[in-house]
T-cell receptor, first 115, second 117 residues
Framework: DAKTTQPNSMESNEEEPVHLPCNHS???????IHWYRQLPSQGPEYVIH???SNVNNRMASLAIAEDRKSSTLILHRATLRDAAVYYC????????????????FGQGTILTVHP | DTAVSQTPKYLVTQMGNDKSIKCEQN?????MYWYKQDSKKFLKIMFS???????INETVPNRFSPKSPDKAHLNLHINSLELGDSAVYFC????????????????FGPGTRLTVL
C-alpha cells in the first residue's frame, strides 16, 4: 500500500480555517485519497475523498496537488467539535482480493481547537 | 437512527474467558469489517466480510472467529482471552463494490472497549 505522511499534531483557534497536509509521494494513478477523522471516544467517520480534482462537501474541502503527491484537507471554520485525529488514507481504484475494502490507517494528525 | 451499532459498549473479563461482541448495521450494506485499536491508538483491520463471505483475515490469531449470520450482522467471538486482547474494537460497514470511491465509504460503530484482567 502506498504510504501517507502527516504531521503528528496541529493547533487552531475556533472559527479560523485549518489546513491539514498529507504527503503521498508514492501514490499511484488509480489511488483515491480518503480522509477520515476520529472524535474522542468515537469510531472514525468519513470526511471526504477525491481522485484528481478538488472536492467540496458540507464538512470540508480537499485540495489535491496537480502531481497528486500531496493533498490538503481544509476545514473552513474550525469549531470545538472538529477536535479529532484526522487520517489521510489512500485507497486503490480497484481493491479486490485480499485488499477488498481495506482501510490502512496511519498515525494521523491530532487537531486541537482552542476556544 | 443508529447506522452501525455494537454491543456491549464495555466488556471487562478475566484472562482465559470466551466472549463475543455483536455488530449490526441497518444501512443495507454488503460489506462489514472488524478493526482493532490498541493502547497506542493504532487502528488496524482484522476481518472483512462481503455478502457473508470472509474476504480479509489480517493474520489475526485463530482465537478470534468472526461470524456473519446475515449481511446485516458480523459478530466477533474471542476464545481464551489474553491480556494483549485489551483494546477498542470497531465494527464498520460499506456498500463495498471495491472501487475505492463513494461506495467504499466505511461507516463505523461506536466501539467496544474490551479490558482483560
Amino acid at each position: 500500500d502506498a504510504k501517507t505522511t502527516q504531521p503528528n499534531s496541529m493547533e487552531s483557534n475556533e472559527e479560523e480555517p485549518v489546513h491539514l497536509p498529507c504527503n503521498h509521494s508514492t501514490i499511484s494513478g488509480t489511488d483515491y485519497i480518503h480522509w477520515y477523522r476520529q472524535l474522542p471516544s468515537q469510531g472514525p467517520e468519513y470526511v471526504i475523498h477525491g481522485l484528481t480534482s478538488n472536492v467540496n462537501n458540507r464538512m470540508a474541502s480537499l485540495a489535491i496537488a496537480e502531481d497528486r503527491k500531496s493533498s490538503t484537507l481544509i476545514l473552513h471554520r474550525a469549531t470545538l467539535r472538529d477536535a479529532a485525529v484526522y487520517y489521510c488514507i489512500l485507497r486503490p481504484l480497484w481493491a479486490g482480493g485480499t485488499s477488498y475494502g481495506k482501510l490502512t490507517f496511519g498515525q494521523g494528525t491530532i487537531l486541537t481547537v482552542h476556544p | 437512527d443508529t447506522a452501525v451499532s455494537q454491543t456491549p459498549k464495555y466488556l471487562v473479563t478475566q484472562m482465559g474467558n470466551d466472549k463475543s461482541i455483536k455488530c449490526e448495521q441497518n444501512l443495507g450494506h454488503d460489506t462489514m469489517y472488524w478493526y482493532k485499536q490498541d493502547s497506542k491508538k493504532f487502528l488496524k483491520i482484522m476481518f472483512s466480510y462481503n455478502n457473508k463471505e470472509l474476504i480479509i483475515n489480517e493474520t489475526v490469531p485463530n482465537r478470534f472467529s468472526p461470524k456473519s449470520p446475515d449481511k446485516a450482522h458480523l459478530n466477533l467471538h474471542i476464545n481464551s482471552l489474553e491480556l494483549g486482547d485489551s483494546a477498542v474494537y470497531f465494527c464498520a460497514s460499506s456498500q463495498g463494490d471495491g472501487t475505492g470511491g463513494e461506495a467504499d465509504t466505511q461507516y463505523f460503530g461506536p466501539g467496544t472497549r474490551l479490558t482483560v484482567l
